[in-house]
């Protein structure tokens, strides 16, 4: 991913402080199987609140990211924000990609997507900025091909551990299996602030790790810090991406767990 630059008034969450209001213990369902209410869109090159195109949608009681109104895709990258951030929590998602990737989607897009947390609100984002500053917990669906493990971690604005050492690079793959085709996927994290996060694949261990902190070399963390931002982040707002591929979610909820 490449990364935008954030307005130096900033609004983010780096604090646990009120970011968790739901009692612990109890299953949130995020989406209602309704409509898009508690969550607010934002692209690259628009507006906040402006869901282009229609691209986040909930038809039968999933919710979709669709691009059956696209032609082309002109790195119009987009996130729909959950309105409360959280800390502490269980996240469970069921997903599976569908259909093609719009016409000049990115290469790296196919069957590519994914859930941001720990992020940025969506009011600091600026007008073209193209990701929050954040952790991705990659979905990466197969291409009927190679080798693509899923619920990879991505780290747009930021850092973090892994076995002690500082994992500086942008992705890093998980050991999860590779999933082709249009399968449902359960992926699970478990976030308990900066000090220890988990993800699972349909039941299975595939990536421990912590002390999510800011990159003191990227723009947008530069003025983060600048602002006071804490450089360790243990809490934030919570995002699904489009970057270009259709992708359904029948499950995607959260459970508070107490610090």
Not at 3 to 11: E, N, S, Y
């Amino acid at each position: 991913m490449k990364k935008g630059v954030v307005a130096l008034c900033a609004l983010l969450a780096t604090s646990g402080v009120n970011s968790q209001s739901a009692a612990p213990g109890k299953w949130i369902q995020l989406f209602n199987g309704r409509d898009l209410e508690g969550w607010t869109p934002k692209f690259t090159g628009f507006p906040l609140g402006v869901n282009y195109l229609n691209t986040f949608r909930v038809e039968d009681g999933v919710f979709k990211v669709s691009y059956d109104n696209w032609s082309d895709f002109s790195n119009e990258f987009g996130h729909i924000f959950y309105h409360q951030p959280f800390s502490h929590f269980l996240l469970r998602v069921e997903y599976r990609f569908t259909g093609e990737q719009v016409r000049n989607g990115p290469g790296w897009a196919l069957r590519n997507n994914g859930i941001m947390f720990h992020s940025q609100s969506p009011e600091s984002m600026t007008l073209d900025q193209e990701f929050p500053a954040s952790i991705e917990a990659q979905m990466l669906g197969g291409n009927g091909r190679d080798n693509r493990p899923t619920a990879n971690v991505c780290s747009p604005g930021t850092h973090f551990v892994m076995n002690g050492e500082l994992i500086t690079e942008h992705c890093t793959d998980s050991v999860s299996e590779t999933y082709h085709g249009d399968q449902w996927v359960v992926m699970e994290l478990e976030i308990r602030g900066s000090e220890f996060i988990r993800h699972r694949v349909n039941g299975d261990d595939v990536f421990k790790y912590s002390q999510v902190q800011l990159d003191p070399s990227d723009p947008i963390s530069q003025r983060l810090i600048q602002n006071g931002a804490s450089v360790l982040v243990d809490s934030g707002y919570i995002s699904v991406q489009a970057e270009s591929h259709p992708l359904e979610i029948k499950k995607l909820e959260l459970k508070p767990l107490d610090p």
